[in-house]
């Protein structure tokens, strides 16, 4: 059955999810359209331009005058990141980059957020304006939640987000978080406390879910929306 045939992957795999993980070295995750990679000193200027647009400079103030400090910022945050693998101890980031002309558009990357208390594994991202409205956010927020349940073994991811900031709260509903409550926090950057609404995406109780992905495909479960393309792909064959 299904299960049988999940269970003799991760057999000759060694360990299923660990298995591809283990492979993808740079903790590349890919979508459809999107290649989600590790950031490099290549990137810092386009970050800076990117970081420059009127939205983020609203949403997020401390990007602004990102141009002074960004090397540092990569060389002393970013770069042992990677070596740590730990998104509650210092994050995680990997730049957002189109799989077809390869050009980098944004960031996403999860991180420690302890302002309530209880740390907590929370995602944040920003996408280049010009490519807002276009489904890219949502499929690197996908993946990226995703990516946290079954590598790190969260059961839950936290996002927080101003209640102006409608594109994000969208996209985040799109992925399956649902608002639980409005607080105020002073997020870096801001000079004084601001309300924010805490949103939480939760692993199903019981069912973890397998996944896996190569650079062009992606071998997942079935769900009862494949019903149709199922049908499609076998009468196609007779």
Known sequence: GHRALLCCFQFFSGNGKEFFYGVMELKSLYTSRLCLRKLCRADLSRLVEIADGDAIQRWLPDWQDSAHWIVDWFSGKILPQYDRDDPLSDG??????????????????????????????????????????????????????????????????????????????????????????????????????????????????????????????????????????LVKITEGQH
């Open 92 to 229: 995680i980031c990997w730049g957002i980059e189109t799989r077809d002309g390869e050009r980098l558009i944004g960031q996403i990357g999860l991180g420690r957020f302890d302002s309530l208390g209880e740390p907590k594994a929370g995602i944040f991202f920003f996408l280049e304006e010009a490519c807002c409205g276009q489904g890219f956010t949502s499929e690197a927020v996908q993946a990226v939640t995703e990516y946290g349940l079954s590598h790190y073994g969260y059961s839950e991811i936290i996002a927080t987000v101003q209640p102006g900031n409608i594109a994000s709260k969208r996209v985040l509903e799109k992925c399956g978080y649902e608002k639980q409550f409005l607080f105020e926090m002073r997020d870096s950057g801001q000079n004084q406390p601001l309300p924010f609404e805490y949103f939480v995406y939760r692993d199903p109780p019981g069912h973890t879910e397998i996944r896996i992905e190569t650079e062009r495909l992606i071998l997942r479960e079935f769900t009862h929306s494949d019903l149709d393309a």
